[in-house]
C-alpha cells in the first residue's frame, strides 16, 4: 500500500523577512489559499488516505502542522528535537513506516513545492508506484525538466529510456549532479538530457 511522507523541516531562511524560524515558508500562503504544506497534502490526499500520510518537522513546529493538517493522525506527526538533514528525515520515516507496513511503498516529498496541476502530479505519482511494484530494488526519483541553467538545484542526468506509462517517460538514471557551477548548469541544460532533482522519490 502507498504511504506518504512528507518532509516539512524547513528552518525560515528563505523568503526572510515573511519567513521566519518561528513560522518557516511550508506554514505560509505563498500561492494559493492553502499554505505550501496544505497543498503538499492536498497533492496526495486523493490517491492517498490521511492514515497513511506521515509528516516529519522540527519539534517546535509538530503543533503547527497538526493544526493545518486536521485530518493526519497527530501520532503521524513527528517533531525532530534536532534537524538532521533529508536523509536522516527519510530514513526515520522509512522506519515509522514500515513498522505499521512491512510492505508499504513509500512516496517521499518535501511540504515547501508548488506543483500544477495537481492531477499530473498524481499520474506521476501513480505511475511511480507502478514501477516500483514490478521493481522492488529500484528507487523511483521525478525529474523536472529545467526551464533555465539554474545553480541552486541538483540535477539529474537521464539514462536509457525504461518504458511509458500514460505518456509519462520511464529512464534509468545515469547520474545526480550536485548543484552545479554556472558554466556547468549552461552545458547540463543546454545538452537537454538533464532534469532538476525534485527530491521526490518513491521505493
Known amino acids: ?20 524560524q518561528k513560522r518557516p515558508k511550508q506554514f505560509l500562503r505563498l500561492a494559493g489559499d492553502r499554505t505550501l504544506l496544505q497543498q503538499a497534502f492536498d497533492r496526495v490526499e486523493g490517491p492517498i488516505p490521511p492514515q497513511n500520510t506521515w509528516v516529519i518537522t522540527a519539534a517546535m513546529h509538530a503543533g503547527e502542522v497538526v493544526n493545518q493538517l486536521g485530518t493526519v493522525p497527530a501520532d503521524h506527526v513527528v517533531g525532530e528535537p534536532m534537524g538532521r538533514d533529508t536523509a536522516a528525515c527519510i530514513g526515520l520515516g522509512a522506519a515509522l513506516i514500515a513498522r505499521q507496513d512491512p510492505s508499504a511503498t513509500m512516496l517521499v516529498m518535501p511540504a515547501d513545492h508548488v506543483i500544477e496541476p495537481v492531477q499530473e502530479f498524481r499520474r506521476a505519482a501513480q505511475v511511480a508506484e507502478q514501477m516500483a511494484d514490478e521493481h522492488p530494488s529500484t528507487l523511483i526519483t521525478f525529474g523536472i ?9 541538483g540535477y539529474i542526468h537521464r539514462g536509457q529510456v525504461v518504458t511509458h506509462r500514460q505518456s509519462i517517460g520511464v529512464y534509468r538514471v545515469q547520474a ?7 558554466d556547468s548548469a549552461e ?17
Open 1 to 20: 500500500m502507498l504511504h506518504a511522507l512528507i518532509m516539512a523541516g524547513g528552518g525560515g531562511t528563505r523568503f526572510w523577512p515573511r519567513s521566519r
Open 176 to 182: 545526480f549532479r550536485e548543484k552545479p557551477s554556472r
Open 187 to 203: 552545458r547540463y541544460f543546454a545538452f537537454g538530457e538533464n532534469f532538476w532533482n525534485g527530491g521526490i522519490f518513491v521505493w
Open 145 to 153: 525538466p529545467p526551464s533555465y541553467p539554474a545553480t541552486g538545484y
